[in-house]
DNA sequence: TTGTCAACTGTCAGAGGCTGACACTAATCT
DNA sequence: AGATTAGTGTCAGCCTCTGACAGTTGACAA
């Protein structure tokens, strides 16, 4: 596999050494702002540390912001790619669903391609307790939510903007997958695997949670 | 009721010349950023409207973004004093349900305490059409929904850390939410009537797009 | 090999958001 | 009326981000 990701940026010493640089970038962008904090790294400080000009590293990044992202960004597509490939006859929800677990089972690996899982358990808090960085976060994920409702329209062969059910579906799917990734942000399991079970077991709670009295019936967890 | 406003700010020659500057700003920001845009609004524009220094207008706003969410503000405020005031018998969703609806029956008077309906529509759009904007947008979207989620698991005697469930209810009722915003703000009709009903239809179609099959039984819209 | 072209980079200058320090004015309190 | 305190203006400066222009270096063909 690592063959297969080499082969993916094949190319001559030109494009060799932009991925360098833009390593280099992510890399000490992810270093200062873990260990310092966001806010208190600037632009100055990345590009001192890798010894390029202020302005080639906005070439590479469109914003401070969005070289904190890189990490976001991977598992996003990953994601996506995963649920377009589930089968047609998947009732819509249970493609987001299956999708989701079955991106969470390899996720690990996508994420070494960037840095580490550690590395970015750390950045993934940052993200949420840096509100500009949480402000970014969220609207990146609305965009995301965005493509899905488009996605599953397309399966269903439905117009967005006349069935409501596309956009209700993926807004209250969403609405899970934000909770689930706060609370393994705030938990001590680390690892990929823990994701994975919280999403599985906070995606079976939508139903419960939307039934009408919660004091009968189901118990908590 | 005017009165009963009037009476909510009543204090001395300093308190009303504040709170004068402080509308002054607002509303010059309101018309400079729907007539030209956020971006393209300096502060420096505003300032000079106003006939006072820069400096004074962080004082009064902490950000430029700060002065574009004045009526979002209120809005949300007005939302959440719906919803302690729900019957303590009615379950969670119904109570959010109510609170929403009960809010926007009469959300246009307290619109019209700092701005007009018409104007609140062209901030909104102007304000889910600007990146930064929305992304602002979101995170105070999320802050709210934290807040409600903790209200509804204190009525349930809950802790939101324990049980999924708050959580997980709020967040598929407030991703019906923004999307019936956004369904609001592209659409022809202005007033704030046609909010409430799009807020029905679409929390009623909450429950038939998460069951199972969209081809059968419950037809669109 | 060499010359041309295109891509990447650095430097410089500047706009715009935002903050701290300090002095000044005017409302409030005694 | 005088002391106090809140609100404001000025100035100086940091940081993000952009445009313009020039220098450098890899790519590619003659």
Redesign the interface.
């Known amino acids: 596999m690592t063959d297969g990701q080499r082969a993916a940026h094949p190319t001559g010493l030109r494009e060799r050494k932009k991925r360098r640089t833009r390593d280099a970038l992510l890399h000490a962008a992810f270093d200062l702002f873990t260990t310092q904090g966001y806010e208190k790294t600037t632009v100055d400080e990345i590009v001192d540390a890798v010894e390029v000009s202020q302005r080639t590293f906005f070439r590479y990044f469109a914003s401070k912001e969005e070289a904190a992202f890189a990490i976001q960004e991977a598992m996003e597509s990953y994601f996506l790619a995963q649920l377009r490939r589930r089968p047609a006859d998947e ?4 493609a987001m669903r299956n999708a989701v677990l079955c991106a969470w089972n390899s996720i690990g690996e996508v994420i070494e391609e960037i840095a580490t899982v550690e590395l970015h358990l750390r950045m993934y808090r940052m993200i949420e307790s840096t ?1 500009s960085l ?3 976060h ?2 990146r ?2 965009d995301l939510e965005n493509q899905i409702a488009l996605l599953i329209a397309g399966r ?1 062969g ?1 117009d967005v903007d ?11 799917f ?3 997958m ?2 689930t990734g706060q609370l393994w942000g705030r938990g001590r399991d680390g690892d990929v695997d823990s994701l994975r079970v919280l999403t599985e ?2 995606l079976d ?6 039934a ?4 009968t019936g189901t118990g ?2």
Not at 91 to 94: E, L, N, T
Not at 212 to 215: A, F, H, S, V, Y
């Open positions: 009732a819509p929800f249970d509100p949480l402000a970014a969220l609207r994920c609305s269903e439905l006349e069935d409501p059910r596309p956009r209700v579906a993926v807004a209250a969403s609405g899970v934000r909770v077991a906070y709670q939508l139903g419960p949670a939307l009408g009295n919660w004091r908590p967890v």
